[in-house]
C-alpha cells in the first residue's frame, strides 16, 4: 500500500452505535488530520496531531473522538452521532505541523459515513 | 489571519476550451500555495505547488504562478477535457499562522 489509506469506504451507522474510522499513511509524515467535508461547505478542520500528540481540535463535539496510537495510524471513534454528521471524513497528513514551512498534506480517499 | 478566497463556481466548459481559476490570499510571511483536485467520490489529490513568489507549479497541462504582487495563485490549462472534470481547491501553508487554509473549491464541468 502507498500513500494514505482509508477504512471503511462507506460506513452506515444508526445514531445509538459506535464504529471506528481508521487512517493509516504510509509515506513516512509526522502530522496527521482530520477533516469533515459536507455538501455545500467548505472543507472542515477537525483534529490535528503532530508527533503523536494532539495539537489541535477545532470545537468538534465530544461524540467524536480520535486517536493517534503512533505517527502512522490515525482512529477516528464515533458515538452517538447526529444525522447532521453525515459527510467524507478525510484523513490527510503532512511531513510535519507548524515550523513555518509550507509542507503539503496527502488525502486519504475518504469515509463517506451515513448516520440514520 | 491568513485567508484564501476562489472564485464561486461551478464552471460548465466545453471540451478544449481555455480554463481559469481566480484564486487570491491573504498571508504574513512567506506562504506556499497549492491547488488540489478531487474527482468523484474520491478524496484530494495534489495537483500543484508552488513555494516562492514568482515560481510556476505545473502538472498535467496545468498551472498556475505565485504572484506576490497580486497575492494571487490563478489555475489555468489550455485546452481541458471531459476527464478534467472535478472540484478544484485553492491552498495555502506555511504562512505566520502555520495553518493550512483550503478554499471553498470550484466545481468544473466539461461537456463534449
Known amino acids: 500500500e502507498t500513500g494514505v489509506t482509508q477504512t471503511p469506504r462507506h460506513l452506515v451507522m444508526g445514531m445509538t452505535n459506535k464504529k471506528s474510522l481508521k487512517c493509516e499513511q504510509h509515506l513516512g509524515h509526522n502530522a496527521m488530520y482530520w477533516y469533515k467535508q459536507s455538501a455545500k461547505k467548505p472543507l472542515e478542520l477537525m483534529f490535528v496531531?503532530?508527533?503523536?500528540?494532539?495539537?489541535e481540535n477545532n470545537s468538534v463535539p465530544s461524540r467524536f473522538s480520535p486517536e493517534c496510537p503512533n505517527s502512522s495510524h490515525l482512529f477516528l471513534h464515533l458515538h452517538t452521532l447526529q444525522p447532521e454528521d453525515s459527510a467524507l471524513y478525510l484523513c490527510a497528513s503532512s511531513q510535519a505541523r507548524g515550523t513555518g514551512k509550507g509542507y503539503e498534506q496527502y488525502f486519504g480517499p475518504g469515509t463517506r459515513l451515513t448516520v440514520t | 489571519g491568513d485567508s484564501v478566497t476562489q472564485m464561486e463556481g461551478p464552471v460548465t466548459l466545453s471540451e478544449e476550451a481555455f480554463l481559469t481559476i481566480n484564486c487570491t490570499y491573504t498571508a504574513t510571511g512567506y506562504p506556499s500555495l497549492f491547488w488540489y483536485v478531487q474527482y468523484p467520490g474520491e478524496g484530494l489529490q495534489l495537483l500543484l505547488k508552488a513555494t516562492k513568489a514568482d515560481d510556476k507549479g505545473s502538472n498535467k497541462g496545468f498551472e498556475a504562478t505565485y504572484r506576490k504582487e497580486t497575492t494571487s495563485f490563478h489555475l489555468e490549462k489550455g485546452s481541458v477535457q471531459v476527464s478534467d472534470s472535478a472540484v478544484y481547491f485553492c491552498a495555502l501553508s506555511g504562512g505566520t499562522g502555520n495553518q493550512f487554509y483550503f478554499g471553498t473549491g470550484t466545481s468544473l464541468t466539461v461537456i463534449p
Open positions: 496531531y503532530n508527533f503523536k500528540e494532539q495539537t
